[in-house]
């Protein structure tokens, strides 16, 4: 527990039951209640040489007096899926995923998962008659109005060319099963995926990061953007690799949440490849005061700091030696201090199946 005032955060493995969990990267996490998960789908590690080890099942796993228990199968998504997203919906009592990609395609159906009845489960797929989005995957998708699923970006097939990745903005309906193209009044962010992204207020998209590849070469972001889903216009809050404002390093595959209470929004961990090497980050920043950054436009205000993390054990100790990314992160509390729970990812060609707790203090 951090004491009062603390102006670190810290970061704690979390126990767990010894079965039930496989490491993983490219899966999602989600949380029904505030003691119950869901892990699906995700990338393990091969069985066969050469060929991607990528699952479709789907793990149920509770969080009692700070352990997570009860880890079982819960059902399979229809097909294999990494790099997909996945929502839960009060609404309709379900989760809903999204894209992603296996062995064989990139995919553009859609999985409903009622979280109490394993046998309630359906696939939406493609159709004639309406407008849909590109097959992708490394794109985000975030909840708005308690019955939409916004979809930003991602990358649509196995080619590394720049019309690869995609910069558009969709929105899906789970109780009309309609999707809408969102079409902005002014100029999109750049195409990209593995970006992170977050809605404010059910209003403000925010995405950052990500990348891209021109010519085999891959390039990587730090900038922030905004869209506005009452006026449909893009702001850029902090350009790329803008040397004024932004400290953050160029990075893809990192978490990324809100804190309501202390009016910020937080960006952790991640990785970068500069050809040669691949670097797996363990930091994690913030920009505050987004209530007046977003509806007063002061930009001036719009700036990262660095968050200082401290660990508590052996193993978060080792987990900021390594870095992290592809991990997913969800929140668990938004009072006094920020909780997020992190499962998963990837550091140094090791793939984790491990539970950490990041603990926010006031910023």
């Known amino acids: 527990m951090l004491s009062k005032g603390a102006s670190r955060a810290e970061l704690s493995s979390v126990k767990k039951s010894k079965n039930g969990t496989t490491p993983l990267q490219g899966h999602s996490f989600v949380s029904a209640d505030s003691s119950t998960f869901f892990i699906l789908g995700g990338r393990t590690h091969s069985t066969t040489k050469g060929l991607r080890n990528i699952l479709s099942e789907t793990i149920k796993c509770s969080l009692k007096d700070g352990s997570i228990r009860s880890i079982e199968k819960f059902t399979s998504l229809d097909v294999p899926r990494h790099n997909h997203t996945s929502l839960f919906f009060e609404c309709i009592n379900s989760i809903v995923t999204f894209g992603g990609s296996n062995t064989t395609s990139y995919l553009n159906s859609i999985f409903v998962m009622n979280v109490n009845n394993q046998k309630d489960s359906k696939v939406i797929n493609v159709s004639k008659t309406m407008a849909w989005p590109k097959v992708r995957h490394g794109h985000t998708a975030n909840i708005y109005k308690k019955d939409q699923m916004i979809v930003f970006g991602g990358k649509k097939d196995f080619g590394t060319a720049a019309n690869s990745y995609l910069n558009d903005l969709w929105s899906f ?162 009072e006094e201090t920020t909780q997020v729970l992190l499962f998963g990812g990837e550091s140094k060609k090791q793939r984790h199946d491990t539970f950490f707790k990041l603990e926010i203090p006031q910023l």
């Not at 998209?205 to 922030?224: A, I, K, P, Q, W």
């Not at 216009?233 to 160029?250: F, H, M, P, R, Y």
């Not at 508590?312 to 668990?332: I, P, Q, W, Y």
Request: with cysteine; hydrophobic share 35%; charged share 25%.
């Open 173 to 334: 309906n789970v109780t009309t099963n309609e999707w809408e193209e969102i079409k902005s009044l002014n100029s999109a962010p750049r195409e990209r995926c593995w970006h992170s992204s977050v809605i404010y207020k059910d209003r403000f998209l925010l995405v950052s990061g990500g990348f891209f590849t021109v010519d085999r070469s891959e390039f990587y972001l730090n900038d922030l953007w905004s869209f506005d889903m009452e006026t449909k216009l893009w702001t850029c809050l902090i350009e790329n690799n803008d040397s004024k404002s932004c400290i953050v390093k160029q990075r893809n595959r990192s978490g990324m949440v809100l804190s309501q209470t202390q009016d910020a929004l937080i960006i952790m961990f991640g990785n970068y490849f500069d050809g040669k090497r691949n670097s797996f980050w363990n930091d994690a920043f913030y920009v505050k005061n987004l209530d007046d950054i977003l509806y007063s436009n002061n930009l001036e205000k719009c700036y990262w700091t660095k968050l200082e993390i401290q660990a508590s054990d052996d193993a978060s100790n080792t987990f900021l030696k390594e870095g992290r990314a592809h991990m997913t992160a969800v929140l668990l509390s938004n």
